[in-house]
């Protein structure tokens, strides 16, 4: 199994060296003598063990999945809890590792404090345990392996997963008459009272061992070719959660005298998690006759000798997910023989999986839900008092009803209650059944929640830890896949994956388990699990996760809880919370219980003081959020979910260099702390009216709480994605002044805009002028702009990266010059040159943007009132047009790409132009003399220079009366001697 995904807590061990090197330095200028070899000495022991840990780590993960594949065995659940205990113990020491390392990165490079603080630790803080942990992890794995663990193969146990067979263990099938009408349609069988069809036809008729080569079509989910022959045999499968009854619904259907007078032979094969093609062709063999063989080439001939010219249905019975290995060629190895049968065989597939079902399908799959309301109610009766027949026992009829709604109609749940119940038909008993949790009751191997429990087993060691996490939460809990995402990635869950945002990989988790059906869709995005389901994700982590629902719990928190969710009970006193403090291990803090009373205004400063390894810590209301909330070094995920009365935060919030998510969306903060941007790994901070994602995009309202976004935008300065101011209009330029964008240094992208419904007289221009980006930007967007001028920073020499300019809806109404200059790289303009943004405009200069690519070259003709246009040093240039106004006076082109087609056309009309500039504009060849003097009337300044391919201006008559005229460097026009000049030029 590929443990790569849960490893990552050991990521960043190598880098140790390099803080413990700093260290080594700070010692050796501080100390010396024997104190500084002491010193030395646990630095180097220090790094030491961290390799060891390193080295061990992923074995551990390893021997822990292995070790729940046993847990059945005798000391194993005992030995498996200190093992996780000292992995989780092993995390939280490298993961504070990662915090100091980062405190150093955050710190001036001159303060030496954070180097201090390390030292601190290594001699008497957390990192003397690291020896110690490192011992714990060897003992117990030694201990674990002793027993035979690292021979274990990650298959079912067959006293969990006993082998099936097509015989009926329920004579009796309770509210399936739908389902089964509905497979029998799908297998073709005929209808009751229907002609029996003979099961044997002409060996013509047989399915092809090949695909044809010609078109073809389905009938009734069979594919046959235009001459009838069929390609594959049809697929049918059944799905739907462990205990449902999909292994019971396929017996009926091998018994049912329409099948059987329909098929001949019916195989029934049961899979379950060993898709062995060799071992499930011969068991196919040996229904059918007494051949035997170890050749799988010899087996597979002999099973297709077997079916040849029979109507065969194949029972396919608990299929899981490893007939999807090798890219599904094992399914296709095994299905081979098989096209060797009739027209109308078919194969009947149950498995829990909906990715198995969706892989073998060949027509719509059936899923198998729990049963109606009343149908289960009369299976559950049969089950506890051993008939339907319940009127003797009233009291316990009202107690089962209540625990009935528990089971969700799943028939094992009602065995598995039902053997319990039938013990005693007790009502004090029943009701203690009733308040119990399944995942408590003591249950056989074969019985509901270990029956799940396989489902649990057979999930990648990533999604076992992602899943098994989600039994924190309450049933019924609806859960949104982004939030999830979030905290599984503060847990620790979730690792990079290449390029790819890790949120996205975080979702992805999530997708794989709503495709397991493990998570079921509710609407609007919100999704829940099954209550069985959830019975056991507490089974499997009782001893990490617990719900606190009444006082009585406080009691019952397990030792080892490293996940805590409180409902929000107000029975719950200050003393109780306080309680959780001894918990010094905890990871996870889920608190509903509101905090909003005075009596209960100590406890968050006593949680953040005592359980400083939390990673995650949701809390409905507090009425402040304490300094002590600077202590908790592994904290990724801070959420508080109500409207509460603080209106800043404390300092010694920016000492969580780990934090990625704040959320306080109903709280209304006026001010951050100045060091917001030492939470060098945030991700998303929000509170009403802010909503900041660092390394996406940032949206503000500017026209919310009187520009409060912008205010607290101002020190969050830790910004490299994108930002969109709205409604700018809204605020003065003092408050505009407060965001400080110009200090965001690694802002990539600006979007400014307007509302097109505002007041008139609001001065655009003042706002934008105190809206200075930082030279980083390289996307700039206006967008509903209505200032008569440009602000004094739009200069390229304060936007050197600046690639993208946008000006929507904006226009320039008073804009008479625009020169773009020195923008390195600028590749396109086209957005802002237009006609509607810039209609006063007189004056174009665009020069030594060396990537600029594009140019409205097509438009110039519609500027009207353009004078001045020049071109210089822009070689990549490709143009789609060139149309000049009649208006224009000067005209320079020069290393502005090919212009040839446009030219000489582009000069016609151009009566009022005084002043010509073509320089380096290769492959323009020819200028006719008749432009000079009836299209170029005014021209009084003319200059050609490196025109490598220009043959012919129309000689030098045509420009005689042309006052100042320069030309040289132009090799092949021959009939003008060079250089000439004239005019003082």
């Not at 092809?208 to 080569?213: E, K, R």
């Not at 997910?321 to 095994?334: I, M, P, Q, Y």
């Not at 994605?721 to 600006?750: P, Q, W, Y």
């Not at 946008?806 to 390195?824: H, K, N, V, W």
């Amino acid at each position: 199994m590929d443990f790569s995904k849960i490893v990552g807590a050991i990521n960043g061990i190598n880098e140790i060296s390099t803080l413990c090197k700093m260290v080594k330095d700070i010692i050796k200028s501080c100390w010396s003598g024997i104190r500084e070899q002491e010193l030395q000495d646990k630095v180097m022991k220090l790094e030491n063990d961290l390799e060891r840990l390193r080295d061990i780590l992923p074995a551990m993960y390893n021997l822990i999945d292995r070790a729940e594949w046993t847990i059945h065995r005798d000391h194993v659940p005992e030995l498996l809890l200190k093992l996780k205990d000292a992995v989780y113990d092993a995390e939280d020491l490298l993961d504070e590792l990662k915090w100091h390392e980062l405190k150093v990165a955050m710190e001036d490079s001159a303060n030496k404090s954070p180097l201090i603080d390390f030292l601190d630790s290594v001699i008497q803080g957390s990192f003397n345990k690291v020896s110690g942990t490192y011992e714990k992890l060897n003992n117990v794995s030694s201990l674990l392996e002793k027993m035979g663990l690292h021979e274990v193969t990650q298959h079912f146990d067959k006293s969990f997963r006993p082998e099936t067979t097509s015989f009926l263990t329920e004579t009796e099938m309770f509210g399936r008459d739908n389902e089964l009408e509905q497979v029998m349609q799908s297998l073709g069988v005929p209808a009751k009272g229907s002609r029996v069809l003979s099961k044997r036809k002409k060996p013509s008729s047989a399915i092809n061992a090949l695909p044809s080569t010609s078109k073809t079509k389905q009938h009734n989910g069979t594919q046959m070719s235009d001459e009838s022959g069929i390609t594959c045999i049809p697929v049918l499968p059944i799905y739907g959660i462990g205990g449902v009854g999909k292994t019971t619904l396929a017996q009926h259907i091998c018994h049912d005298s329409r099948v059987m007078s329909h098929f001949d032979p019916i195989i029934w094969i049961c899979v379950s998690d060993d898709f062995d093609v060799k071992r499930l062709t011969k068991e196919a063999i040996q229904s059918c006759s007494t051949k035997e063989a170890d050749n799988l080439d010899y087996l597979q001939r002999a099973l297709s000798e077997e079916v040849m010219n029979k109507r065969l249905l194949i029972i396919l019975d608990d299929m899981w997910g490893d007939v999807l290995r090798e890219s599904g060629h094992c399914w296709k190895r095994f299905c081979a023989p098989l096209t060797n049968a009739l027209q109308g065989s078919m194969m009947l597939v149950t498995t829990r999986s909906p990715d198995v079902a969706r892989e073998v399908q060949t027509m719509e799959p059936i899923r198998l839900e729990g049963l109606q309301d009343d149908v289960f109610w009369d299976f559950f009766k049969l089950c506890a008092f051993g008939s339907k027949n319940s009127e003797n026992y009233p009291e316990l009829v009202h107690i089962g009803k209540s625990i009935v709604q528990k089971l969700k109609g799943v028939p094992l749940a009602a065995k598995t209650l039902g053997r319990l119940l039938r013990t005693s038909l007790d009502t004090e008993y029943w009701n203690r059944i009733l308040k119990s949790e399944l995942w408590e009751l003591k249950q056989n191997n074969t019985e509901i929640l270990p029956a799940l429990r396989l489902s649990y087993l057979y999930l990648p060691s990533h999604l076992k830890r992602c899943f098994s996490f989600c039994a924190v939460y309450p049933k019924d809990h609806k859960f949104e896949e982004d939030n999830l995402a979030e905290i599984w990635i503060a847990e620790g869950f979730v690792q990079p994956e290449g390029n790819t945002p890790i949120l996205d990989t975080g979702k992805q988790y999530f997708e794989d388990l709503v495709n397991r059906s493990f998570f079921q869709s509710v609407g609007g995005n919100k999704y829940v699990i099954h209550d069985l389901l959830h019975d056991m994700a507490q089974l499997v982590s009782k001893d990490d996760c617990f719900i606190l629902k009444d006082k009585d719990d406080f009691e019952k928190v397990p030792q080892s809880v490293r996940h805590l969710f409180v409902l929000p009970s107000i029975a719950f006193d200050c003393t109780q919370l306080l309680s959780l403090c001894k918990h010094t291990k905890l990871r996870t803090l889920l608190c509903y219980r509101s905090l909003r009373k005075q009596s209960l205004a100590s406890v968050m400063d006593h949680w953040c003081s005592k359980l400083q390894h939390m990673r995650v810590v949701l809390c409905a209301h507090t009425k402040e959020l304490p300094k002590s909330i600077g202590k908790l070094k592994h904290l990724r995920y801070l959420e508080i979910s109500g409207a509460c009365p603080f209106k800043s935060l404390p300092s010694e919030l920016c000492h969580l260099h780990n934090l990625q998510i704040f959320s306080a969306r109903k709280c209304k903060l006026e001010s951050l702390p100045g060091d917001f941007s030492k939470l060098c790994n945030l991700q998303r901070f929000e509170s009403c009216g802010f909503n900041c994602l660092p390394n996406g995009e940032s949206h503000f309202d500017a026209s919310t709480g009187q520009g409060v976004g912008l205010t607290l935008m101002k020190n969050v300065n830790q910004i490299c994605g994108g930002v969109t101011i709205n409604n700018l209009d809204a605020i003065s330029k003092d408050i505009a002044a407060e965001s400080a964008i110009k200090n965001k240094k690694n802002l990539d992208r600006l979007n400014l805009k307007w509302s097109s419904v505002r007041s008139q007289d609001h001065n655009d221009i003042e706002v934008l002028q105190v809206l200075i980006p930082p030279t980083s930007l390289k996307c700039l967007t206006l967008n509903g702009y209505l200032g008569q001028s440009l602000p004094n920073w739009f200069h390229p020499h304060n936007l050197p990266s600046l690639k993208s300019l946008d000006c929507s809806t904006t226009t320039f109404a008073s804009l008479t010059s625009l020169e773009i200059c020195g923008c390195e790289k600028l590749t396109s303009i086209d957005d802002l040159v237009t006609p509607e943004y810039l209609p006063a405009i007189e004056k174009i200069d665009v020069s030594s943007c060396v990537k600029l690519s594009s140019l409205p070259g097509e438009r110039f003709g519609n500027f009207s009132a353009l004078k001045h246009l020049e071109i210089f040093n822009c070689g990549k240039l490709k143009w789609k047009g060139l149309v000049l106004p009649s208006t224009l006076q000067s005209l320079c082109l020069s290393n502005c790409g090919d212009i040839s087609p446009w030219v000489p056309s582009c000069l016609e009309n151009l009566a009022s132009l005084v002043r010509l500039v073509i320089n380096s504009c290769q492959h323009v060849q020819y200028i006719p003399s008749s432009l000079w003097s009836s299209n170029l009337s005014s021209l009084q300044d003319l200059r050609i220079f490196n025109c490598g391919d220009l043959v012919s201006i129309g000689g030098a008559d045509a420009i005689v009366k042309i006052n100042k005229v320069k030309i040289e460097y132009c090799p092949k026009l021959q009939e003008i001697e060079q250089p000439m000049s004239r005019g003082g030029l």
